[in-house]
């Protein structure tokens, strides 16, 4: 057997060795493979470009739009993509069309089965052009390769390299978990360059498109030390005198804005020397990733603190902000940089610009980050959209709902004319608020099928690569739906949980399905308190709930240690998640328990005596569950103590 290469290409390279891989071993006897580069083959299986098959391309930009072609059986056949990142797809859908599943990131979440290939014949325009994901919370360098990997084969597109120091840094300290795991060797210096071109070359051997920069661009612009954040946090390390008449005027006074934080403190941009470091600080950073595809450019991570000083106060922050993308803009087209500039709805630029436009607009694309949101709605086509909200410079109110989180949204879009795109939060705080995942599952099918609505071109999730934890269900639905965002949600969720449960799915979802409505993802996102004055999660009714939760622990418990014993690896993981996610949320509904009643010391008592309990199981889940990601979810909440009327 041969596989062909239609095209030269070290992508469409990689996807010839990926399929031979898996052909050997889906069929075992098969033989040996050979791969070969013939331009005119026309037996074996042969990879290639639409064109190089006479196939039309219905999409609008090869680059960005994904079209998979599949014409293939056991003998071989035509695997075709729009680009060569396509045809690494052609090679993952016909596999998972055979039967193959990705359960979970890294070769132990592979199921593929010994079976020769059926006859397969696939078409499909991915219907949105951005689909991605980006580092977040507490991986290792290991689990971020193994996450490009399984971000490969879920036919993402699309990477964010951000906060890579940042985030790994909190990994190897083993933020949150302390007591259970000593920190490990880490240099943040080796993690920016070298972890980062790793990073990269993975990326681009699998042709993903690759997005940085963001709040970065702050603090190196005035040469602060990312890596000492925490420092200045703490007081042990200042800021330059030089810097200090570009940041922030408050209060009279120019300086980091209250805890010192370098990444939330803003700058003076009226000062055009402040527009001018930002704009030479992106130049810098885009020559030194020359795998770029987008460059995100962001104020500071903080919000309401902007400068004070009288010419700041003239405009808005948004009009500051395009203002500062247009010098940066000239300054790329000045040093011949073709890379695409990401700007976006956050925080106070929620707030369109009332004065200022983008010179040259196709030249960006607009992201909205609906950080300020409800995750209890998605926008649908009939939905009633508010006034939006009025703007209060440093006095905003946030959005209470995605309906005016939305509305914002909408004057953005009488200024910009496009592309749009989202960048979410689901893998972030949010999928710790629905331990059983059942709401919080749909609730990303919900929001990723609205895109449609929103004239969105598709969506980057800030969240753990770690989002596995009783399952990969939610990341499965996220990737599957925008590909596909006519996918059955009932059938996929049937197919997936029988695929990875076989005949105990309905066991699983049942057990599932009753965690999800005792701790009610509602409640848990802070939206049901019956007496706000007493803080977001007081709701006495919800006591009767917590409590139902360890029988309902018990009886899982009980089911899996009387299962007979996995044979299939996949299986036997899954299975291994299920049973700590029992003890999981025995332990979190103890905590819950006491916060609804109003109990807060005790609450934080038994939350702060959970998570040291629940850590130790950080070597055995950690790649598939981000306990200190979860910790940093749950702690601000059972901290927030208002006092309680007796």
Not at 174 to 183: D, K, L
Not at 325 to 346: P, Q
């Amino acid at each position: 057997m041969v596989i062909y290469k239609m095209h030269c290409d070290h992508t469409i390279d990689f996807a010839a060795e990926e399929l031979k891989k898996y052909l050997r071993m889906m069929t075992p006897d098969i033989g040996d493979i050979a791969i070969e580069s013939k331009a005119d083959a026309a037996d074996g299986f042969r990879l290639g470009l639409l064109s190089d098959f006479g196939i039309p391309f219905e999409g609008k930009d090869p680059k960005l739009d994904d079209i998979v072609h599949i014409e293939a059986d056991a003998e071989g056949g035509i695997l075709a993509g729009s680009n060569p990142r396509s045809v690494l797809f052609a090679v993952y859908r016909l596999l998972k069309l055979n039967g193959c599943r990705f359960f979970f990131s890294g070769p132990e979440g592979e199921y593929i089965p010994m079976q020769p290939l059926a006859p397969t014949s696939y078409h499909k325009l991915a219907d949105h052009r951005l689909r991605g994901h980006t580092i977040e919370g507490c991986p290792s360098m290991e689990e971020v390769l193994h996450y490009i990997d399984f971000h490969a084969k879920e036919e993402l597109n699309t990477f964010g390299l951000y906060g890579i120091d940042i985030y790994h840094r909190r990994n190897y300290a083993h933020w949150h978990n302390e007591a259970n795991r000593p920190a490990e060797a880490y240099d943040g210096d080796l993690a920016e360059t070298q972890w980062r071109a790793l990073y990269e070359s993975e990326l681009k051997k699998r042709g993903m498109l690759i997005c940085s920069g963001e709040h970065d661009i702050v603090p190196l612009a005035m040469g602060f030390d990312l890596a000492a954040r925490h420092l200045y946090i703490s007081g042990e390390k200042t800021i330059d005198e030089a810097s200090l008449p570009y940041l922030a005027m408050h209060d009279g006074k120019r300086g980091l804005y209250e805890t010192n934080d370098i990444l939330w403190s803003q700058l003076c941009y009226s000062n055009p020397k402040v527009r001018t470091l930002l704009a030479e600080q992106a130049v810098k950073m885009v020559r030194e990733r020359p795998s770029l595809d987008y460059f995100g450019v962001v104020f500071a991570d903080g919000s309401k603190n902007h400068c004070e000083c009288e010419e700041c106060q003239k405009k808005r922050p948004s009009d500051w902000y395009i203002m500062l993308l247009n010098e940066i803009d000239a300054k790329f087209t000045e040093n011949n940089i073709s890379t695409k500039i990401l700007f976006s709805f956050y925080v106070d630029t929620m707030f369109a610009p009332t004065t200022e436009k983008l010179n040259d607009p196709d030249r960006f694309l607009f992201q909205f980050c609906p950080i300020a949101r409800s995750y209890l709605e998605s926008i649908t086509e009939d939905m009633v959209i508010p006034e939006p909200l009025p703007f209060r410079y440093n006095d905003w109110d946030r959005p209470k709902n995605t309906r005016e989180a939305y509305s914002l949204f909408c004057e953005w879009k009488k200024m910009f004319p496009g592309p749009y795109s989202v960048f979410e939060y689901h893998f972030w705080k949010h999928q710790y608020r629905d331990p059983g995942s059942m709401d919080f599952a749909r609730r990303v099918y919900e929001d990723t099928v609205s895109h449609r609505f929103m004239e969105t071109c598709g969506c980057m999730q800030d969240g753990s690569v770690k989002s596995f934890f009783p399952n990969g269900f939610a990341e499965y639905i996220y990737a599957e739906t925008l590909i596909n965002r006519e996918l059955d949600y009932q059938k996929a969720l049937e197919d997936y949980y029988t695929a990875l449960y076989g005949d105990d799915r309905d066991t699983v979802l049942t057990y599932l399905t009753a965690i999800t409505e005792a701790f009610s993802f509602a409640y848990m996102e802070g939206e049901l308190s019956t007496k706000p004055q007493h803080g977001t999660h007081y709701n006495p009714e919800r006591e009767a709930h917590f409590q139902k939760v360890p029988q309902l622990c018990r009886q899982m418990r009980d089911y899996i240690e009387k299962r007979s014993p996995e044979k299939r690896r996949t299986r036997g993981v899954a299975w291994q998640l299920l049973l700590r996610h029992t003890q999981y949320c025995e332990g979190l509904a103890a905590v819950m328990a006491e916060k609804c009643v109003g109990n807060d010391p005790i609450a934080l008592e038994k939350l702060m005596a959970f998570l040291q309990d629940f850590g130790k199981y950080d070597y055995e889940i950690g790649r598939y569950f981000d306990i200190s990601l979860m910790a940093y979810s749950h702690i601000p909440v059972i901290k927030q103590m208002p006092a309680i009327e007796q």
